[in-house]
């Protein structure tokens, strides 16, 4: 039997587009599913002012022409940011947060931040102005396990941070350890209207471990950052996005590479989900009972940390009888761009009728 699921349409809070012919190719995949989207700044060079921004933004209107689709911008930190700048942001109803990448954290981070002390002024303007950090969670340190950054940064950098900078709004973005999940969940500020610290959960974090990466051959194209961790992580990552809690939200955190720079002796980080994303994270919900859940983690919880409405128009959802085909790779620029295989029987599919 055929069952659907009808949900409010879903946003993705964390989406990496790119520009020129990997914009075009990948932004209508986005566009057909989320009714909104927020966008990451690290481009080369990287959108670190309101005008940048944009203009970026323009690109991705014309990218997405026709289709029902709003696109959300970030503006990237840096020790240079000019309080005008953050100012700006925070008046630009267009702009949704500032993100921080540890200088060489990820992919495009070089302009990132060294010292947090040096950017101190700017996030003192953005917790006045009520303009969420947006933060890639993981020290740099080259001493620090890969496995043990995320945990690091929440010790070391996050939440000395959140008290001395109490009011400041925070989203740890891509979020991959139970760790991450306890210090969310241990938050609350309960004297205050608004949440203070929210964290997006990315698709292939609830259903990849590193054994994916790692057993029985290496597969880059489950290399992430922040890296998949072990199952148990895993594990306290699906209850968070089962939960229902409102702190926890849905960002694909989809970033394109060409198989090219994946498929190298130094691989890049960033796995292409987009067109997937809500096929494999129904199956996720499906396989624990709670499909029920999928709306709030994927259509509300992100809006209301955004102080943004509920999307009007909705997204269909089928369960197939029989596992859908693996989708081939598509093409950006005449290179080709592998997409998200879970390795696992999907069975539910977006309904081409409310693409
Ligand atoms: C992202 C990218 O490729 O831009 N890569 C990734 O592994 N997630 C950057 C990021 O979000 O870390
Ligand atoms: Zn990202």
């Known amino acids: 039997m055929t069952t659907t699921l009808t949900i409010r349409r879903p946003d993705d809070w964390h989406l990496h587009l790119r520009d020129g012919a990997m914009l075009a190719a990948v932004a209508p995949d986005t566009a057909r599913h989320f009714g909104r989207a927020m966008i990451m700044p690290n481009l080369v060079p990287p959108v670190t002012d309101v005008a940048a921004a944009s203009a970026y933004r323009q690109r991705i209107l014309a990218a ?88 690091q940064f929440i010790d070391k950098v996050l939440d000395p941070l959140r008290r001395r900078l109490p009011q400041l709004r925070i989203v740890m973005e891509h979020i991959t350890t139970s760790d991450a999940v306890d210090y969310v969940r241990a938050s609350r500020d309960q004297s205050s209207e608004e949440l203070t610290l929210g964290a997006t959960i990315t698709v292939h974090h609830l259903m990849i471990t590193r054994n994916h990466i790692l057993a029985g051959g290496i597969r880059p194209h489950y290399y992430c950052l922040p890296v998949a961790k072990r199952n148990t992580h895993r594990d306290a990552l699906i209850a968070a996005a089962l939960s229902g809690d409102s702190r926890f939200f849905m960002g694909t955190d989809s970033a394109p590479h060409p198989d090219s720079g994946k498929l190298s002796p130094c691989g890049c980080a960033g796995i292409y989900t987009a067109p997937v994303a809500m096929g494999c994270l129904a199956q996720v919900f499906d396989d624990a009972n709670s499909i029920d859940a999928l709306e709030r983690f994927v259509s509300i919880n992100g809006a209301g940390f955004y102080n943004l409405p509920i999307n009007s128009s909705t997204l269909t959802l089928i369960r197939h009888n029989a596992p859908i085909d693996i989708m081939p790779p598509i093409h950006a620029g005449g290179e080709a761009v592998t997409v998200f295989d879970p390795m696992r029987s999907i069975y539910w599919s977006v309904a081409p009728d409310t693409e």
């Open 64 to 151: 997405t022409k026709g289709m029902d689709f709003m696109p959300y911008m970030t503006i990237y930190l840096t020790e240079d940011t000019q309080i005008e700048t953050i100012k700006a942001a925070a008046a630009d109803a267009m702009i949704l947060a500032v993100k921080l990448y540890p200088a060489g954290a990820t992919t495009n981070s070089a302009s990132g931040v060294r010292d947090i002390n040096k950017v101190m002024p700017q996030l003192e303007a953005m917790a006045e102005a009520g303009l969420p950090l947006a933060v890639h969670g993981e020290v740099t340190d080259a001493d620090v396990d890969i496995f043990d950054r995320e945990k």
